[in-house]
């Protein structure tokens, strides 16, 4: 992997299009989440203008986060049930709402649209969103396939414009602890890992359980891009689905046939021997409820021939991380404070590093290549086949 060169401030906001320039987008940008050389704690020129689409239940989550983020002015938010737009800008004093993303775009002028709709509308709202100059902060998954992932980024970098992608579990303290006593040889030669992720699925909105929809792209995409951000790139995948609820009823939509997958078992295989196990579904009793709260397990757990990892909580809200080696068998858990990480931050890590003019550690690739997986596990699944993968990202993370 070529080592990328570092970038000025003005080069990256260039780049991202804040300084409304257009240089060109021809040089590497930074491989980790850190400041300019020599740069102080800088403030913002200015805050990253922000546009909320979809305004239902992750937008409970990420509104307050970001209305509190000084590098953040929400400008506008919209949805297609127009009372959620106008709720979700009076009870934030946001100055705008539209019901239609045309009359979003049209509208009031921002930098970064933050999609939260449905999981099959993001590949098509997000293009529409480059097409008019925006920067782009997507939920899960950015697309519906990979070779519609492949075409945004390419569109955004042909636009000199930047899309990334949820989740934001690599920003986690906890997946920075793993990272390094990896990358530190605490663990010796790194073997196996699994992870799982699953609860009853979600009540309120169909599209989780219709085509586009399933539980690795709402639940596994995290313990893919956790495992993958630890143990490096997925080079194949070996996989089975199921549905095992075949009808759902939700708040929206009367009793309906269940289309995507709702029980998921993927393997992968990292390269150097290295093997990874991640389960997922809509159809897992979880004594800890949803948010995981007292969970005392790990849902991680990374082997090696000189010391084991086990991530306590889910990878999203994890907390803390046991570690035993050989040196201290008994072993111990470490990071038990989450610092200020929080799994609903991603777009207001994008703000800031926009506005700081900082590369973050969240990477659009690395979104892609989780994508890539999710499809090759469904392909798999279907076919029996192993299926090789064909995308990447800069890696080690940490
Ligand atoms: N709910 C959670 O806890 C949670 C957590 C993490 C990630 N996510 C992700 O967030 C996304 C949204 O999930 P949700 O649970 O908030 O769903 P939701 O159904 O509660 O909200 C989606 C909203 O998007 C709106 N919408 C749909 N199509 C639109 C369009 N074309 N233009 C404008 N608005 C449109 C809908 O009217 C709805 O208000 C999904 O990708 C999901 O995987 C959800």
Known sequence: MKSPKPISRSEFLNQVGVLGTAAALTRPVLAKSQP???????????????????????SNMYLPHLSKSPYVELVSTCDIIPERA?????????????????????????????????????????????????HIWSEKPMA???????????LAQKNKLRIWGAPAVVMSPQFAFMARAIKDGKLGNVSAAHAHYGHLGPTWSAFFYEKGGGSLPDLGVYNLATLTGLLGPARSIVAMTSIVT??????NKETFPVEAE??????MDHGNGI???????????????????????????VWGTQGNLALIGYDWAPFGVDLAT??????????????????????????????????????????????????AARTSGQTGRRVKLQSSFRWPLV
């Open 36 to 58: 300019m050389a020599e740069s102080p704690p800088v403030l913002p020129d200015r805050k990253i203008r922000l546009a909320v689409i979809g305004c239902g239940s992750v």
């Open 326 to 375: 050989a040196a201290d068998e008994k072993g111990q858990r470490y990071v038990t404070d989450p610092s200020d990480y929080r799994w609903e931050m991603g777009a207001s890590v994008i703000a800031e590093h926009m506005a700081l003019g900082k590369e973050p550690l969240i990477q659009a690739e690395h979104a892609l290549h989780v994508l890539e997986i999710i499809e």
């Open 262 to 267: 709702d029980n998921a078992m993927v393997l």
């Open 275 to 301: 093997l990874s196990h991640v389960q997922c579904g809509f159809n897992y009793f979880d004594p800890y409820g949803h948010e995981g709260t007292g969970q005392e397990k790990p849902t991680i757990t």
């Open 86 to 134: 106008q709720k979700a800008a009076t009870t934030y004093n946001i100055p705008n709402h539209y019901p239609h993303i045309d009359q979003l775009l049209a509208g009031a002028p921002f930098d970064l649209l933050v999609n939260l709709t449905n999981m099959q509308e993001h590949a098509r709202l997000n293009k529409q969103a480059l097409l008019a100059g925006k």
């Open 246 to 251: 075949p009808t759902r009823k939700t708040d």
């Open 144 to 154: 519906n396939n990979y070779r519609e992932g492949r075409e945004l980024l390419d």
